[in-house]
């Protein structure tokens, strides 16, 4: 079988900057992986080639053998930095919207999740707190039945018992044999849920490993390698 997703020598430039460089992994089916790195190191921006939003430099990008195009769109389900709802909506025409938008929008999926959070689906999206709002874009997006789901920075802004709900939601009801790759400078509040990690440090990849092995080769908390090897 096909890695899920390869990136092979991935450069990115923006003019004279160079934001990555020499970027090569694969992502494997059915794990939970962590890209991991401090803020400006280059996270988002890995996130968006593989979403197609930009385009390398050099090198390339597989997604079940294809380069990013509207088929790989099909497998991915992203959730980015920052909320795009259309904040005129209920959520009920959220649904609509994701359900006209993407075939594998699940939306039965989406009221059992909406449930846990005792909202009404015609509720104004306008009207809910930043938090909820945050809640309801990670219900759209785990809601699709995707291959590949791509979380940028989802613990950011959110207050800790909010990252717990984004955890346990994430931990429970992503497709199975699917992957999830999360972005994020908040290690220790993340790591309970990590299969794998790939550290990123000024645009390289400077660590791939299991957290298991990893663990236990080090004697410590992957927030505190992290944290030893960033100097945080």
């Known amino acids: ?27 494997p089916r059915g794990k939970i992986i962590g890209l991991l790195g401090k803020n400006g190191m280059g996270k988002s921006t890995l996130i968006k080639l593989i979403n197609d939003l930009l385009t390398p430099s050099d090198g390339e990008i597989l997604i079940n053998g294809v380069n990013p195009s509207v088929t790989s769109k099909k497998v991915i389900s992203y959730l980015p930095e920052r909320t795009y709802l259309d904040k005129t909506m209920t959520i009920d025409q959220a649904f609509g919207f994701f359900e006209d938008f993407y075939d594998d929008f699940d939306r039965a999926k989406a009221k059992r999740l909406l449930k846990d959070l005792d909202l009404d689906e015609n509720s104004k ?4 707190s930043k ?38 939601t994430i931990l429970a009801n992503f497709n199975e044999g699917a992957s999830v790759l999360i972005s994020t400078h908040l290690i220790s509040d993340i ?4 299969d794998e990690v790939i550290f990123i440090d000024k645009g390289k990849i400077v660590l791939t ?6 663990r236990e080769k080090e004697k410590v908390s992957i927030d505190e390698i992290f944290r030893r090897m960033f100097k945080c």
Request: net charge negative.
């Open 209 to 214: 490993s299991d957290t298991d092995s990893l």
């Open 125 to 128: 999206i306008s009207k809910m």
């Open 1 to 27: 079988m096909m890695e899920l997703l390869e990136c092979k020598h991935l450069y990115k430039n923006f003019g004279d900057k160079e934001i990555l460089k020499d970027v090569t992994f694969t992502l």
């Open 131 to 168: 938090g909820m709002q945050e809640k309801l874009q990670l219900i759209l997006v785990i809601s699709r039945n995707a291959e590949l789901y791509i979380l940028d920075e989802p613990l950011g802004g959110v207050d800790p018992a909010t990252r717990d709900y984004v955890l346990d």
């Open 191 to 194: 790591e309970r849920i990590l």
